[in-house]
């Protein structure tokens, strides 16, 4: 069974695409579903697109029709921990929909069908991403990032860590939205906008799933300036620096 590469950005997707070898191609839903061998490892890669419903369909069509034995989404997040700078790296413990809320009927956050506000990623492959990211922020990424991008982004020293991440269908682009995230869900690190969404379907099909995700801007009034600018100069190579370490230093 083939392992699952979700991105959310066109230009990580890219990126894995042109290291693969014997590539078949499958448009499914508006979607370009990339089967074949990555560092060895039989995938499936596959762009997203923005937003809860455009993953959660995504990662169903991976499950349902491409039979895959998990899922690894790579993308950006914006911090909502002031600790968190531009370049630190937040490996999923928990995803939370923070835009899911049906009160009075059931207590904010919480997923009807689940019964849980907290999807826990799968345990086995924490340690072995956090590995592949501590490689490559503190023995690659200086290399393989160019000097001018390293000093621009000061990315001198990345952080790496395992928390617990937020999705929901909106861009957070406030500090007056930061403060109300941070109270409503004290263990949150960053936010974006699919890894709940992909947390729920796996749960549903009793698929492992992990989620990777680079900060890109701190969800404040500077985040539509920093979001683009890291996503073009960066992202990408977080991603595939990220995904070849785990894929060449573990048996998958
Ligand atoms: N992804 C990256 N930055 C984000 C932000 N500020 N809000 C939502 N998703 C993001």
Same mark, same amino acid.
């Given at each position: ?45 596959v ?20 039979? %895959? ?5 790579? $993308?950006? #997040?914006? *911090?909502?921990?002031? +600790? ?6 937040? =490996? ?5 929909q ?13 997923i ?32 393989e ?18 928390a ?23 263990? %949150? ?5 699919? $890894?709940? #969404?992909? *947390?729920?379907?796996? +749960?549903?099909f009793?698929?492992?799933?992990? =989620? ?6 701190a ?14 100069e ?19």
């Amino acid at each position: 069974m083939p392992v699952a590469v979700l991105s959310a950005m066109a230009e990580e997707n890219a990126s894995l695409v042109h290291q693969m070898v014997d590539v078949q191609r499958t448009e499914i839903g508006k979607r370009v579903y990339h089967e074949g061998c990555l560092w060895g490892v039989d995938v499936v890669v596959v762009f997203s697109h923005w937003g809860k419903v455009a993953a959660a369909s995504t990662a169903s069509v991976l499950i349902n029709r491409f039979n %895959v034995s998990e899922i690894i989404f790579t $993308g950006v #997040a914006g *911090a909502i921990d002031h +600790t968190l700078n531009v370049g630190d790296v937040v =490996i999923a413990s928990d995803l939370y929909q923070h835009d899911m809320d049906a009160r009075p009927l059931i207590a904010r956050h919480e997923i009807p069908l689940l019964g849980v506000s907290a999807m826990p990623s799968d345990t086995s492959r924490r340690k072995p991403l956090m590995d592949a990211a501590n490689t490559f922020v503190k023995t690659q990424l200086a290399h393989e990032l160019p000097a001018e991008i390293v000093t621009e982004f000061s990315l001198q020293q990345p952080f790496v860590t395992t928390a617990a991440i937020a999705s929901g269908d909106q861009f957070i682009s406030s500090t007056q939205q930061v403060v109300d995230l941070r109270e409503r869900l004290p263990d %949150v690190v960053c936010v974006e906008m699919e $890894g709940g #969404a992909v *947390a729920q379907v796996c +749960t549903e099909f009793n698929i492992p799933f992990s =989620i990777i995700r680079t900060i890109s801007d701190a969800a404040n009034e500077q985040a539509g300036i920093d979001f683009p600018r890291f996503v073009k100069e960066a992202a990408q190579l977080y991603s595939m620096g990220i995904v070849r370490n785990l894929f060449t230093q573990n048996t998958l």
